[in-house]
């Protein structure tokens, strides 16, 4: 997660961004809360979007530990028949099969490696709620009503531990709630950004 957050500030300061809004879903609001931990002064806004700050348990890290051995030796068909039903909410998978087919073969579509190497650099990601007391710009949590990785009490837990952090829940989405319910999250988005410029 710190790798990557750097690799996001190397991005701004070759495209001369001194001060960005994060937004940041699943992994990416772990990279988001690496990036505001390392590089504080350079947050403007944050987005964090089904995705939680506590480190994963001994369990969860010993699940991704086994879906990680699995994905270098089966193949990424493997992982999207455990990750699909786990990533979308039940209203996805009963009336939007569309959306599960894109899911399924945007799985499919990356190498083992790295579904691997992702599920490894998630087991060792930091915890962050340390830091949540200390975010002193404007948060929005967006989270899905169906969303059963990260569910809503977790979402619940952030807005909590960061002072007048809004939150917003998308009803009808589970943990990849910017693709099952793209309207309402565009929606949750552009009204904090306006919010945003607003204030300037």
């Known amino acids: ?28 609001g772990y990279v988001s809360l690496a990036f505001y931990r390392n590089h504080p002064d350079a947050v403007r806004a944050i987005v964090l979007a089904d995705t939680r700050a506590t480190a994963d348990t001994q369990e969860a890290r010993e699940r991704r530990l086994k879906s990680a051995e699995r994905a270098e030796r089966e193949g990424t068909h493997a992982i999207a028949d455990d990750m699909v039903p786990l990533l979308l909410g039940h209203t996805t998978l009963e009336r939007r099969p569309w959306i599960v087919e894109r899911v399924r073969s945007m799985i499919e579509a990356n190498s083992a490696s790295g579904i691997a190497a992702a599920q490894r650099g998630m087991t060792e990601r930091r915890d962050s709620t340390y830091i949540l007391p200390d975010i002193d710009f404007p948060t929005l949590i967006i989270v899905g009503s169906e969303d059963t990785l990260t569910p809503v009490s977790e979402a619940e837990g952030l807005r909590a531990g960061i002072r007048g952090a809004e939150m917003r829940i998308i009803d009808g989405a589970g943990h990849l709630s910017n693709m099952e319910q793209p309207e309402s999250f565009n929606v949750a988005l552009t009204d904090f950004i306006e919010s945003l410029k607003q204030e300037t």
């Open 1 to 28: 997660m710190d790798l990557m957050a750097a690799d996001v500030r190397g991005l701004m300061s070759a495209i001369g961004v001194d001060r960005a809004v994060l937004v940041g879903l699943s992994m990416g």
